[in-house]
């Protein structure tokens, strides 16, 4: 889902984000379950986090601003949230207030009955939707892209509640998970693409949906498949079945999950996340070597790749690099200044380690170029002889619109300058980028070959695969804005 600045201008900084999305059925104390599968999926999302259940009676719903640990500890949260069904979602923004009444799960009365819904991603045509139903009378609860899919389930006129249910997914397009609940099923679905991850695990009798399987994992489900591109899930009492709102489905799931959104121990599209990102930081080493003495990743996520980096070169691996974890990820600061701040915050130098030395830093992506701007004046301060800078991704040129949080291209570093300039804006001695082919390799794929699996890449390449409605309308400027509502909790 969106926060409120998305719908003041689908172009401008701040309006994405990604989050994480559970739901399981089928098992007592179903919400202590999704509190567990959440914390799993804390680094998706960390601005808000919401559960709902049911016990096929009375739904319970509970959201809250903050971390899953500080909201849904102390007592077992399925005590005050019953039921044997449960969704849950954790929620990333960059940007304004997060108001509760966008935090998800999102719950309305429809025609069919009490539902939940919870969603990762972004609808490219939201807005769009929005407008022609506001203008029919439609009243929005939220300021949030997911609602729109709920207008639609309402307005759909007849059928049960999977055929309403598909019937509204068939007219939003962008990059989506979702996990719903009525009070007898859970439902998932997954865009035509395959863009935002979603997946299915099965503990005991009970199902689970998530978004990685590190959240399997926390609760010690097996997984069983993914949900297909284009796919419509619906667990109830009888057991799972299978729709299929988009008959020409492709797969193009987002290799921005290998480069930094899933959780290093979590398997995306059979691959282990942590073995990818260490391949990306082999290839990196052999695209662009460099005569150092220490190779240092920033943490965390520049960890695995630098690991793949020094295995590559003998080069020693050191933590040069000290994380504080009690600050939260960078980009969840929302001002630049504070954003600035954060970086300080969050890491120090590891001076023994970088003295006299020639470092060779590891991140696994370079964006606004912030982080790597502070981070080697750091290290050059720690007295290091020589830094050079290693992105373990390809330059980002693209924004993305499909629920990663990713400035515009204006504030996209290597948007806008060539390699020469990066190099003396970082102030560092070389700079090197993973090519788009070294992504793929990483990955064990060939890049754009025929008959190979693709991913969507659009975030180096620009090649994205929806037609991106919202933005190309330029809509939502001035008189288009929406209100912020401040809710105290
Ligand atoms: P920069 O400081 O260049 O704007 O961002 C680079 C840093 O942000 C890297 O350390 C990378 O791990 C992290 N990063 C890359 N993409 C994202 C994102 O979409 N969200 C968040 N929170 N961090 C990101
Ligand atoms: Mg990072």
């Not at 942590?274 to 190779?295: F, H, S």
Request: overall charge negative; some cysteine; proline content about 5%.
């Amino acid at each position: 889902m969106s926060n409120p600045s998305c719908w003041i201008d689908p172009n401008q900084d701040k309006i994405r984000e990604e989050c994480g999305v559970f739901g399981i059925f089928g098992i007592k104390n179903a919400a202590s379950l999704t509190a567990l599968g959440l914390h799993a999926l804390q680094h998706r999302g960390q601005e808000a986090c919401g559960i709902a259940s049911t016990d096929g009676k009375i739904f319970h719903t509970e959201r809250h601003l903050g971390l899953v640990g500080d909201n849904f500890t102390g007592e077992d949260p399925s005590e005050r949230l019953k039921g044997h069904i449960s969704i849950g979602h954790n929620r990333y923004s960059t940007a304004g207030p997060t108001t509760l009444r966008n935090v998800q799960p999102l719950f309305s009365e429809l025609h069919t009955g009490g539902f939940a819904l919870a969603h990762n991603g972004h609808i490219t045509n939201a807005y769009t939707i929005r407008e022609q139903l506001v203008e029919k009378g439609a009243i929005f609860q939220s300021t949030s892209d997911t609602e729109a899919v709920i207008h639609l389930i309402a307005r759909t006129k007849s059928g049960e509640f999977i055929d309403r249910f598909v019937n509204a997914i068939r007219q939003v397009d962008g990059g989506y998970a979702f996990v719903g609940m009525t009070k007898d099923k859970l439902v998932g679905a997954r865009d035509r693409f395959g863009i935002r991850p979603l997946l299915i695990g099965r503990l005991g009798d009970a199902y689970v949906l998530a978004s990685e399987t590190c959240a399997l994992d926390m609760i010690d489900a097996e997984f069983i498949r993914e949900v297909d591109p284009g796919e419509v899930v619906v667990i109830n009492e009888d057991g799972i079945r299978s729709f299929t709102a988009f008959p020409n489905a492709r797969r193009r799931p987002c290799v921005f999950e290998f480069v930094y959104f899933a959780r290093p121990d979590s398997v995306v599209h059979g691959k282990s996340v942590y073995e990818v990102r260490k391949r990306m930081g082999m290839r990196l080493a052999q695209e662009t070597p460099a005569d150092v003495d220490v190779i240092i990743p920033v943490p965390d996520s520049g960890v695995p790749a630098a690991i793949g980096f020094s295995q590559e070169t003998g080069t020693p691996f050191e933590l040069g690099i000290i994380r504080n974890h009690y600050v939260g990820r960078t980009f969840i600061q929302p001002t630049q200044q504070i954003r600035d701040m954060g970086v300080r915050l969050k890491h120090s130098a590891n001076r023994r380690m970088i003295e006299g030395k020639r470092v060779l830093l590891v991140d696994d992506s370079i964006v606004r170029g912030t982080t790597s701007t502070k981070i080697v004046r750091m290290i050059k301060a720690a007295g290091a002889k020589e830094v050079h800078f290693r992105s373990a991704s390809p330059p980002i040129k693209y924004p993305d619109h499909y629920g990663i949080d990713m400035p515009t291209k204006q504030k996209l570093i290597a948007a806008n300058y060539s390699l020469e300039a990066m190099t003396e804006m970082l102030e560092v001695d070389s700079l090197g980028f993973l090519s788009i082919e070294g992504l793929y390799w990483a990955m064990g794929e060939d890049y754009r070959k025929e008959d190979a699996p693709q991913y969507t890449d659009h975030c180096f390449t620009g090649d994205y695969p929806t037609p991106l409605i919202d933005r190309d309308r330029k809509l939502l400027n001035g008189d288009k804005q929406l209100s912020f509502l401040i809710e105290v909790a």
